[in-house]
């Protein structure tokens, strides 16, 4: 049974591991199992780390592990691949110093100044989000141990057979939910396989690091942030987050291929509710219709399907009265730009990411509400597209670069910084909170 995408993997995995003891800390191998281990760990409210190892191959022959190196020095080495290669003792510190170094750059980028949790007599449970050969897994395992890891636990969504065999002699248990004989790729089981970035790696520590072991969504005014949205004769699922004292909703409208589980439109969610907007993610098509390419594409479907989800946020006890902004990513920005330009449809203000704008080029400027064009630098084509379609907008609008982005925003640093710049266009253009509103005879409402 494929997952949904590495949050479902890892609530899955934790379903398999909730009577594990010995005071556990759960590690994800960077980038792609760390998603899944923070699903563990808020599952089983346990630490979260990650686990930094690095192989040591041979030099003539890279692919020939001799050994592996974590953090704080750690080495473990395969003394007979050593003795069989004859590797000497100085080539063999050369490699190990530039495997070190490479460690130290990593944990800075995702750790921080932040200390690695100590293994010493913990439990420690090794995650990853699937398993091909399992030579970075076996790495990971034997690091954890010469850690001091009392127990080693590897725990991964799907894995071929003949691989959970051998990594079983390594790890204490291995915990496993899919085991296939023909497994071409690890992608192929999941639903959502988006590349996971550094960036979202460091959030998810740092979220954790931060105070607690609730991810923003546990913040919401809801028991549960699962929503249904009828639109027309379909049902459409979404993820709605909503913080205390919210002051408007932002409704996501992904790009093709994208879905509400997107970790980008996740890491970009998050950052809107902490700075208390709510957040509506949702997918515009149901998965049969995505079978279908040109739905993806169809603009005007996606837009009628937007305006219909818009009414029914009006209508939620819990957002009434709240005004409602979009935050759109490549074709869903068109979408959302033509829904914003449909009389009667009053939306706040409109942010769009890597857009699509020209999609949406006869609407343009029928479109009303202030809207933010944020293109990367190294996206060129996209960019031109952009510059065009601010010059045909004639509401309030601004077009942001960032310099070193790409399409998707993978670079480090770069998905944090277009964030931050749809926080600010939305709170800029939101109306006062009602506290702060002028009396009909002058001065403020307040304490």
């Known amino acids: 049974m494929p997952f949904r995408d590495r949050a479902d993997a890892g609530k899955r995995l934790a379903s398999q591991l909730v009577r594990v003891g010995g005071d556990p800390v759960v590690l994800g191998l960077p980038r792609g199992g760390v998603p899944v281990a923070a699903e563990v760990a808020r599952q089983l409210g346990a630490p979260l780390d990650v686990i930094l190892v690095r192989k040591l191959g041979v030099p003539y022959q890279p692919e020939l592990a001799m050994g592996a190196v974590g953090e704080g020095g750690v080495r473990v080495l395969n003394q007979q691949v050593l003795n069989v290669a004859g590797v000497r003792a100085d080539v063999l510190a050369s490699v190990e110093a530039r495997a070190q170094e490479e460690i130290a750059r990593r944990a800075l980028r995702l750790r921080g100044s932040r200390h690695p949790i100590p293994l010493a007599g913990r439990t420690a449970i090794v995650v990853d989000d699937g398993i091909a050969t399992g030579s970075t897994a076996e790495a990971a395992c034997r690091v954890a141990r010469a850690h001091g890891a009392a127990r080693v636990i590897l725990a991964v969504p799907v894995a071929p057979p003949a691989s959970v065999a051998r990594l079983r002699s390594i790890a204490d248990e291995v915990v496993c939910l899919e085991t296939p004989e023909q497994m071409l790729a690890i992608g192929q089981w999941y639903d959502d396989f988006t590349q996971t970035t550094d960036e979202e790696v460091a959030e998810l520590l740092r979220r954790w690091a931060d105070g607690g072991l609730q991810p923003a969504r546990a913040r919401s005014a809801g028991p549960d ?30 790009g093709s291929g994208s879905s509400r589980h997107s970790p980008r439109n996740r890491s970009v969610a998050h950052v809107l509710q902490e700075a208390g907007l709510a957040t509506l993610l949702f997918d515009l098509l149901t998965p049969d219709e995505e079978q279908d390419r040109t739905n993806v594409f169809d603009v005007d479907l996606l837009a009628e399907r937007l305006i219909e989800v818009t009414g029914w946020v009006r209508h939620q006890p819990q957002l009434e009265g709240l005004p409602v902004c979009y935050f759109g990513a490549s074709t869903g920005a068109a979408a959302a730009l033509c829904a914003a330009a449909e009389p009667g449809v009053e939306i706040a203000a409109v942010v769009s990411r890597g857009g699509r704008p020209d999609l949406a080029t006869i609407r343009l400027p029928a479109v009303r509400a202030p809207t933010l064009l944020i293109v990367g630098g190294r996206d060129e084509v996209v960019l031109e597209l952009n510059r065009s379609a601010l010059a045909a907008l004639r509401c309030e609008s601004r077009l942001e670069v960032v310099q070193g982005a790409s399409h998707l925003f993978e670079e480090p640093g770069t998905l944090g910084v277009a964030a931050e710049l749809a926080r600010d266009w939305f709170l800029a253009h939101l109306p006062p909170p009602v506290s702060a509103r002028p009396r009909a005879g002058g001065g403020t409402i307040g304490n």
Request: glycine content about 6%; aromatic content about 6%; overall charge positive.
């Open 225 to 254: 942030p699962e929503v249904w949205v009828r639109a027309g004769p379909v049902a459409l699922a979404g993820l709605l987050d909503r913080p205390s004292s919210a002051r408007a909703v932002v409704v996501f409208v992904h």
